[in-house]
């Protein structure tokens, strides 16, 4: 099986899933995002794909 990446990217001033180069969604927060991601990745995961999900950390002095 093939390997199913999903990344949490900022989109304007909301939160987008990142899957095979196109952006998934628009989120009100990154936690939102998050959730999707990591559903679309256990089905991926249980169709024997291995699975990666990245969420980047919130920068200094700035609200998620």
Do not use: C
Not at 42 to 51: D, L
């Amino acid at each position: 099986m093939g390997l199913a990446q999903y990344a949490i990217v900022p989109v304007r001033n909301r939160w987008g899933v990142l899957h095979d180069g196109d952006v998934k969604g628009e989120y009100a927060t990154k936690e939102a995002a998050f959730e999707s991601a990591v559903a679309a990745a256990s089905t991926a995961m249980r169709q024997g794909h291995e699975v990666h999900v990245s969420a980047p950390a919130r920068a200094e002095g700035k609200p998620d």
